[in-house]
T-cell receptor, first 113, second 117 residues
């Protein structure tokens, strides 16, 4: 089954404790992206990657890191999480051009206390 | 800069009513793409439709229809004879195809549609 998977689905952590949210897709998609969803703000792009070893900032990259060492994986790293990073996070992938729709993972709900 | 505006935060309708969700966009590029996604109460995001800037033909898919008008920079979504299962948050999104070859997606803030039985 074609899908985007994220882990963990739920995470509660404390300020400053490094964490990684994994994202993997099995569709051989070139483009991958991370979003955060907050009430009243919709979906905002954090980082995106056009291909292996090619990443770029979205609209809200502060406090996040990403890497793309393999085509299928695109982990999101929070080196020192803060309470304002409490949010619902989605990973997405697409074939790689602007006109293609994105396939989204199920979401990761992160709470930073 | 890119921008997508969904001015309707929440809409409530009674089942079988028609409802239109508005989407207004801003872009400097001549080549761009518009999308609608649905987020039902279960939380997943589901792709509904895409349109490119060169194709202003309206589209109908069952009870769903989309009206793309470049003159007003709008890409509105109409649900005819709404059903309770249409209750969801609907997002409009924009991506451009710059010569740099990289591109961002910009989503609107979403419209929450409640269809009451």
């Amino acid at each position: 089954e074609a899908q985007v998977t994220q882990n963990p689905r739920y995470l509660i952590t404390v300020t400053g404790k490094k964490l990684t949210v994994t994202c993997s897709q099995n569709m051989n998609h070139e483009y991958m992206s991370w979003y955060r969803q907050d009430p009243g703000l919709g979906l905002r792009q954090i980082y995106y990657s056009m291909n292996v070893e090619v990443t770029d900032k979205g609209d809200v990259p502060e406090g996040y890191k990403v890497s793309r060492k393999e085509k299928r994986n695109f982990p999101l790293i929070l080196e020192s999480p803060s309470p304002n990073q409490t949010s619902l996070y989605f990973c997405a992938s697409s074939l790689g051009r602007a006109n293609y729709e994105q396939y989204f993972g199920p979401g990761t709900r992160l709470t930073v206390t | 800069a890119q921008k997508v505006t969904q001015a309707q935060t929440e809409i409530s309708v009674v089942e079988k009513e028609d409802v239109t969700l508005d989407c207004v966009y801003e872009t400097r590029d001549t080549t761009y793409y518009l999308f609608w996604y649905k987020q039902p109460p279960s939380g997943e995001l589901v792709f509904l439709i895409r349109r490119n800037s060169f194709d202003e033909q309206n589209e109908i898919s069952g009870r769903y229809s989309w009206n793309f008008q470049k003159s007003t920079s709008s890409f509105n979504f109409t649900i005819t004879a709404s059903q309770v299962v249409d209750s969801a948050v609907y997002f409009c999104a924009l991506s451009e195809a710059p010569t740099s070859g990289t591109y961002k997606y910009i989503f609107g803030t979403g419209t929450r549609l409640k269809v009451l039985a």
